[in-house]
C-alpha cells in the first residue's frame, strides 16, 4: 500500500517535471487550479487562527482574568510588577575572593626538593613548612557588551606581590559554535589545566603536571575554540600562546613560541554516570630556557590523554558521589641542555579517585608516577640525570565542607620523587566569599 | 493521482516548519513538559534535569553542553536556582541564541513576583537567594502566568507559527483552570493544618493551599541540621504537633524519617516536580499525586 504511493508520488513529480514535454497540459491546468484552491482554504483557516490568537491575546490582557479565576481565601500569585530601578553600580561586575590557609609538614627540606631527571621550574616548588598564606585570589568577571565577557583573576602570593593570574576576553556570540578567547588564561590542554587550583580535588598537583607544566600551563595567547552541532559532545581547540610558560621559555618565534591544541568528547551512561575524554597536545618552543642556571633551547613536545569519569545515585551528587580520573603524558624534549645535544622521551601518568561518602565528606586517594629517560654523558650530576631512581607518590585526601563555600582538606603524601622518599602532610582551607563561579564538569 | 500529487505537495509544504521544529532546553521538568503543552509537535523538548536530581546542584556535563548547543530557546527557573552549573553549560555551549540576556533565555520566575526576597544578604543566614525563594512550581496557578509569557517567548522566536502557540496555549489555560478548581476542592481539609518541612522549598504551595508551616528541618536553608537542631526541632514539634513533615524527592530522607516517629507525624515525600514519584508523570498527575499524598498524610 505504502509503496504504491509512493510510486505514485514518484511518478507525480515525475510527471510534473516533464509534464510540458508529455502535453499534459491540461493536467497541468487541472493541477495549478488545485494548488490555488488549497492555497486559499490554507489562507483562510490560517487567517481564523490568527483571529483566534488575538481573541486569545485581548483576552490574556485584562489582568483580572487571573486573579479572579481561584475561588480560594488566599489571594492568586500575581505577574511580577517591574523591578525597581537600580543606580550605577548594578553593573558592578562578579567579585569574589578565595582566600587559602596551608599548614604543611615534611620530612626533607621542601625548599631543596627535586624531581631527578625533571628540571622543575620554580612554581612547581612545594609548600613552605608551617604555616603559610596560599596564593589569595581575587576574581572580577562580567559581561562586557552583548558579544564580549571578560575576566580578570589576580593572585596574592604569600610574600606580598600581586600576580595576573588570568586576564582575559572572550566572546558570546560567534556564529558556528565558536568561541575566541584573548588575553593570559590557563591552557585548554589536559583535564586539571584549565581548572583553577582551588577547585582541585587535591591540594596540590600531582607529579606529571609538576614536571611537564611546572603545575599548570598559563601564559598569554589566543584560543580559538569550536563545539560540533552534534547531538554528543564534541568540542576542538586551538591556541597560540607567548611561550613563557614552562616548558617554553624565553617567548621564542617572535613571541608566538607555544601551539596547543586539544579535542574533548564525552556524555552520560545512563542517569547516575558521566565521562569525559580528551586528547591534548602541545609544541612549546625555548629560547635560552633558564632554570637554576641550566640553559635550555629547542622544542618540547607534550601528548595528554585524559580520562574522568563521575557517578552519583540517579544523577544527584548531594549526598554520594564518586569522581575517577587519570591523565597519561608524553613529553619529548630535543634541544640543546647546557649545549650538550638531548633528546629526551619521558613520560608520566597520575590516576585518582574521590569518594563522596556522605554529604559534605569526601575521601580520596591518588597514584602518580614518572618514568625519565638516561641524560647524555655530558649531563650526568645535572638536574636532567634521573640518579637510577622512577619518581612516584601515593597520596590519601580528607574533605570536610561546611558549605559549598568553604573546603577543610587534609592530605597525607608518601613522596618517592625525590632523591629520597619524603612523608608530607598538608591541611588546607579553601573559602570562597562572593557570588561563586559555576564549575566546569 | 492528482489529488495525490497535490496531497504530496501539500505535505511537502507542511513538512517545511515541522523540521525548523524550536530546540528548547529545559533545565527542570515541569518547564519541558510546560513546554510541550504549549508547543505540541512544533518543539522539541529537552529535559536538563530529572525529579530525582537536585536543581540547585548539577555538573555541567558534557552531554547538557552539547544539548544546550544546539538549543533555540533556554526555559530555566532562574532566581538562581540553577546558578551552580547553568552559567557554565551556556558559556561553554558558544550559543549565542540563549546567552542570558538574549532572546532564548527565559526565566520563568521573571514573570512571579517572588516571596521571602531576603532584606539583606549575608551568607552566614545559609545559602539564600538573593531575588527570593525560587521554587515558584509548587503552587499551580505559577504555572499558568509561566504559559503565558512561555507562549508568548515562543510566538516571538517561531512567528510562522504564532497561532499555533496560542492554541495551545488557549488549550492548555482550559485543561488547567478546571484542574485547578479541582485540586482546590481535593485540598480543602489541608487549609490551616500544621506541617513541618525538611528545607524550605514549599513556600508557594503552603500559600495557596493555606497550610501553616510551624518549622523548618533545617537551621539555615541548604545548611544541613546538626544532632543539637534536631532536638530542638522535637521540642518545638511538642508544642506545636504537626500533621506530616514533607520532603522534596531529591532530598536525603534522613533527617525527616529521625524526627517522625519521635513527633508522632508521617515523613511524606512529595514529588516536587515531574518524575520525583513514579505516578507523577505530568505536569497535571503532578498536582493530583501531590495533593493526593497529603490530604492522605493529614487524615490520619
Redesign the interface.
Known amino acids: 500500500m505504502s509503496g504504491k ?1 509512493l510510486l ?2 514518484g ?3 515525475v ?2 517535471c516533464s509534464a510540458a514535454q508529455a502535453g499534459e497540459a491540461e ?1 497541468l491546468a ?2 495549478k487550479a ?2 490555488a484552491d ?1 492555497r486559499s482554504d490554507y489562507e483562510a483557516r ?1 487567517e481564523a ?2 483571529k ?2 488575538q481573541a ?2 485581548a483576552k ?1 490582557d485584562e489582568p483580572t482574568t ?1 486573579a479572579a ?6 489571594p ?6 517591574p523591578r525597581a530601578p537600580i543606580g550605577q553600580n548594578a553593573y558592578n561586575p562578579a567579585i569574589s575572593v578565595v582566600l587559602n590557609g596551608t599548614f604543611a609538614a615534611f620530612e626533607n627540606d621542601p625548599s631543596a626538593a627535586v624531581i631527578p631527571g625533571f628540571p622543575l621550574d620554580g612554581e612547581a616548588g612545594l609548600a613552605d613548612r608551617g604555616f603559610s598564606l596560599g596564593e589569595s585570589e581575587l576574581a572580577l568577571n562580567a ?1 562586557i557588551d ?1 558579544r564580549v ?1 571578560g575576566n580578570l583573576i589576580f593572585a596574592l602570593t604569600d610574600e606580598g606581590e600581586v600576580e595576573v593570574e588570568e586576564a582575559y576576553i ?1 566572546t ?4 558556528g ?3 575566541l578567547k584573548g588575553g593570559r588564561f590557563f591552557s585548554g590542554i589536559g583535564y586539571l589545566n584549565e581548572n583553577h587550583a582551588h577547585n582541585w580535588d587535591f591540594i596540590d598537583a600531582p607529579l606529571p603536571y609538576r614536571a611537564f607544566l611546572a603545575n599548570q600551563l598559563g601564559d598569554a595567547g589566543l584560543q580559538l ?3 560540533a ?7 576542538a581547540g586551538a591556541e597560540v600562546m607567548r611561550g613563557d610558560g614552562f616548558p617554553a621559555g624565553g617567548a621564542a618565534n617572535n613571541g608566538a613560541g607555544t601551539y596547543a591544541g586539544f579535542v ?5 551512561i545512563g ?1 547516575s554516570s ?3 575524554a580528551k586528547v591534548s597536545y602541545l609544541r612549546a618552543k625555548s629560547d635560552q630556557r633558564d632554570i637554576n642556571g641550566d640553559i635550555f633551547s629547542g622544542r618540547d613536545t607534550l601528548g595528554i590523554l585524559s580520562l574522568v569519569y ?1 557517578w552519583a545515585p ?6 554520594r558521589n564518586l569522581i575517577v580520573n587519570g591523565e597519561y603524558f608524553f613529553g619529548n624534549e630535543r634541544g640543546d641542555y647546557n649545549l650538550t645535544p638531548v633528546d629526551l622521551d619521558r613520560s608520566g601518568f597520575y590516576a585518582q579517585a574521590v569518594y563522596q561518602f556522605r ?2 565528606w569526601r575521601a580520596g586517594a591518588r597514584y602518580a608516577r614518572l618514568m625519565s629517560d638516561s641524560a647524555p654523558a655530558g649531563l650526568i650530576s645535572t638536574a636532567l640525570d634521573d640518579l637510577g631512581r622512577s619518581p612516584d607518590a601515593i597520596s590519601a585526601l580528607l574533605e570536610f565542607d561546611t ?3 568553604s573546603r577543610f582538606r587534609l592530605m597525607y603524601t608518601y613522596d618517592n620523587s625525590d632523591t629520597s622518599s619524603n612523608n608530607e602532610f598538608l591541611a588546607r582551607y579553601t573559602v570562597i ?1 562572593g ?7 | ?6 496531497l ?3 505535505f511537502s509544504a507542511v513538512a517545511l516548519p515541522a523540521h525548523a521544529a524550536l530546540k528548547v532546553f529545559a533545565c527542570e521538568p515541569e518547564w519541558a513538559a510546560l513546554s510541550t503543552e504549549i508547543g505540541g509537535k512544533l518543539v522539541n523538548v529537552y529535559a536538563a ?2 525529579g ?3 536543581p540547585h ?7 547538557l ?2 544539548k544546550a ?2 538549543a533555540d530557546i533556554a526555559v530555566c527557573t532562574g532566581a538562581e536556582l540553577e ?7 551556556v ?6 541564541k540563549i ?4 532572546d532564548g533565555y527565559f526565566e520563568a ?6 516571596l521571602e526576597a531576603p532584606a539583606a544578604l549575608d ?1 552566614a543566614q545559609g ?1 539564600l537567594h538573593a531575588y527570593g525563594n525560587p521554587h ?1 512550581q509548587t ?1 499551580p ?2 504555572i ?2 509561566v504559559a ?2 512561555l507562549a508568548a517567548k515562543f510566538s516571538a522566536l517561531d512567528p510562522a507559527n ?3 502557540y ?2 495551545g ?2 488549550d492548555f489555560e482550559t485543561r488547567w ?1 478546571a484542574a ?2 479541582k485540586w ?1 476542592a481535593e485540598a480543602a481539609p489541608l487549609r490551616g493544618v500544621p506541617i513541618a518541612v525538611q528545607h524550605r522549598s514549599w513556600v ?1 504551595m503552603i ?4 497550610l501553616r508551616e510551624i518549622i523548618a528541618l533545617e537551621p539555615k536553608p ?3 541540621p546538626t544532632s543539637g537542631y534536631l532536638a530542638e526541632v522535637l521540642e518545638t514539634l511538642k508544642k506545636q504537633p504537626v500533621k506530616m513533615i514533607i520532603r522534596a524527592a ?3 530522607p534522613r533527617s525527616s524519617e529521625f524526627i517522625a516517629p519521635r513527633a508522632g507525624a508521617p515523613a511524606v515525600m512529595l514529588p516536587f516536580t515531574i518524575g520525583g514519584t513514579e505516578d507523577a508523570k505530568d505536569l497535571f498527575s503532578l498536582y493530583d499525586e501531590t495533593i493526593g499524598l497529603m490530604t492522605k498524610a493529614a487524615a490520619q
Open positions: 504511493i505514485r508520488l511518478v507525480g513529480v510527471s510534473m493536467d487541472a493541477l488545485e494548488i488549497l490560517i487562527l490568527e483566534r490568537l486569545a491575546e490574556s487571573i479565576a481561584p475561588p480560594t481565601p488566599t492568586a500569585p500575581a505577574p511580577a510588577a559581561n552583548h565577557y572572550q558570546t556570540s560567534l556564529p559554535g565558536f568561541t575554540r569550536w563545539i552541532p552534534t547531538d554528543f559532545y564534541l568540542e574533548q568528547t564525552g556524555g552520560d542517569v558521566s565521562w569525559l563521575k540517579n544523577g544527584n551528587a548531594t549526598t554529604p559534605r558549605s559549598e563555600f566569599f557570588p561563586h563561579g559555576a564549575h566546569r564538569f | 493521482m492528482r489529488k495525490i500529487l497535490a504530496s505537495l501539500l534535569t530529572t530525582g536530581q537536585d546542584q548539577i555538573q555541567a556535563r558534557p552531554s553542553i552539547a548547543r544546539a546558578i551552580a552549573w547553568m552559567p557554565q553549560v558559556r561553554q555551549s558558544a550559543n549565542s546567552q542570558p540576556g538574549a520566575t521573571s514573570v512571579i513576583s517572588l551568607r545559602d515558584i503552587d496557578r505559577n499558568l502566568i503565558r509569557a504564532a497561532a499555533s496560542a492554541a496555549y488557549a483552570t485547578l478548581k482546590e508557594y500559600q495557596w493551599l493555606g541548604g545548611i544541613p531529591y532530598e536525603d
